[in-house]
């Protein structure tokens, strides 16, 4: 359900469903073959298949990522969406979001770009080119005075 609700609203992450099938099909080979690696890098205290399987599959782990890049949700949060640990989304997060930056998804923790105009200072120094979410949020105001 949570997958479905997430793909199908793009003001969830500011994405089409078809942009999240490209995303996966172009990041998903990468996890799984480092995941193998991680794998084989240690020896097996298990069968081949014994142990517990994944309960966040590589599709959830990339939409919770991308949800906590786009709107700074913490990880317990996107965790009762998905019906797995804190921990589980913390290691999620931290597979997805370097397969992310290494293809060109790019978000500096360390900087804090607060107008459009820093934001572009900051891509012409940098010799870049960016991609701004420009999607209308509703903000409720007191009326003045």
Do not use: N, Y
């Amino acid at each position: 359900m949570t997958r479905a609700a997430i793909i199908s609203d793009r003001r969830i992450t500011g994405l089409s469903a078809a942009v999240i099938a490209e995303l996966v099909a172009e990041v998903a080979p990468l996890w799984h073959e480092r995941h193998q690696a991680r794998l084989a890098s240690r020896s097996r205290k298990r069968a081949v298949g014994a142990g517990a399987k994944h309960r966040m599959v590589f599709v959830d782990r990339l939409l919770a990522t991308l949800v906590h890049l786009r709107h700074g949700v913490t990880h317990d949060v996107l965790a009762c969406w998905f019906g797995v640990d804190r921990s589980t989304v913390t290691r999620a997060i931290g597979e997805v979001r370097p397969l992310l930056s290494e293809r060109g998804c790019t978000v500096s923790p360390d900087m804090r770009l607060r107008t459009l105009a820093e934001v572009v200072d900051h891509l012409g120094q940098a010799g870049k080119t960016g991609i701004i979410d420009g999607t209308e949020i509703r903000v409720r105001r007191p009326a003045v005075g």
